[in-house]
């Protein structure tokens, strides 16, 4: 069992290690807030007049960045790309990081429509939304076919939101065909230009590469399927808003199921679909909105998703900061059994090991060492993050991956 499971881990890495046009991350970029920020407000929709706040790195020099494109919370009926403070900290916080990020309006509905035995509007106000959610992604993908305003790597689109927003961009992702859509999402897609929506910027992709999933669902867990893209979550088990196992959404009041993380992470296993997923014990909906605290988890934790995804082994040096960036370390044996061992050129004051579920499962601190083993013994046959963090605060922290057998 072990064995195998190490077989599909590593096709799994194997999957991951796809640079960036080979661009560094040694300076601690797409990881540690290193660059200033801009921030400009554009139309993407011409169709309906909707903006996208669109946030870049100041000073930044690279030619195809990734986009982490973020939708707000609101039940589909309230909000704006202004008014969630968990996607706008977001937003300025990875554009400090070297990430392009935007912050999309959407098309919005009224609550009184919303709720009520006729599920039929509901559906098709997320079915307005994900039209919007497209065209959004398809505005950056021209903008660099044409003009190349935004220095967009089309082959590094992250899509996801907040609550709402999270389940706009959930369905983007994992509704890939009308095969097999149930007959009210299809009539809903019919009435809104259909599959691909009628937001505007025809004749683009809308393809990405993972979700970013906070308190958010999907209609249906058999829209996940074999092959379907990676993500990363997080969600309070006791949430009833989006419901953290299949049920109907906002409280039962809106007759639409919502399925939330609950009942993903096992279809996300069954189908072999890569996820780090975070539960928040006993906690509601959305948490971090109004914990601080929570609100960094949450951060860290996409953070370590998305660092592994956008700068898999880079160690070669650039010129955007003056950030040391001759830090090497070893972790062997990769895949370990009974011991990690750690060995490094500069030394280390911190060490952090996380499972996919972002469980922290070993952490030591004040070590102040350039070699360290760390007893693996008991840890579960899986995938595991190393997070460290160098007693030289110029040195950026490093996450590694590992293999425990």
Known sequence: ???????????????????????????GRYYK???????????????????????QPTGDT?????????????TFVSGNRESDMTVDSLCVRFAKRGYVTASIDYRLGNIGSMIGPDSGYAINEVIQ??????????????????????RI??????????????????????????????????????SNGGFEGNSGN??????????????????????????????????????AIVPYTCADAYGGA?????????SLMPRYTAESIYNMSMVFPGAGHVPWDTDPAQFNTVDSFVSVFLYNYSCPGMTEPNSVSNVQSNTEVNLYPNPANDVLNLAASQAVKEISVYDETGRTVFQVSGINATRY?????????????????????????????????
């Open 1 to 27: 069992m072990k064995q195998k499971l190490y077989l599909i881990l590593s096709c799994i890495l194997l999957s991951q290690a796809v640079s960036v046009h080979a661009q560094t991350c040694a300076d």
């Open 33 to 55: 807030e290193i660059f200033g920020y801009t921030m400009d407000s554009v139309i993407y929709s011409d169709t309906f007049g909707l903006k996208v706040d669109i946030y």
């Open 62 to 74: 690279f030619s195809a960045r990734p986009l982490i494109l973020l939708a707000h919370e609101g």
């Open 129 to 150: 939304a994900v039209s919007d959610g497209k065209a959004a992604i398809r505005f950056f993908v021209k903008d660099r076919a044409t003009s190349n305003n935004y």
């Open 153 to 190: 790597d089309t082959n590094n689109i992250f899509i996801g939101g907040n609550s709402a927003g999270a389940v706009l961009y959930m369905h983007v992702g994992y509704m890939q065909d009308t095969a097999g859509l149930p007959a009210d999402i299809i009539n809903a897609l019919d």
């Open 202 to 239: 025809a004749g683009y992709t809308t393809k990405s590469k993972g979700v970013i999933d906070l308190a958010g669902g999907l209609n249906r867990v058999t829209f996940v399927q074999p092959g379907g893209k990676p993500s990363v979550n997080c969600q309070g088990d006791q949430d």
């Open 254 to 262: 809106i007759f639409v199921e919502l399925c939330g993380l609950g």
């Open 373 to 405: 083993a760390i007893n693996t013994s008991h840890f579960s046959a899986g995938l595991y993050f190393v997070k460290m963090k160098f007693s030289d605060e110029d040195n950026a922290p490093m996450v590694k991956r590992i293999v425990i057998e």
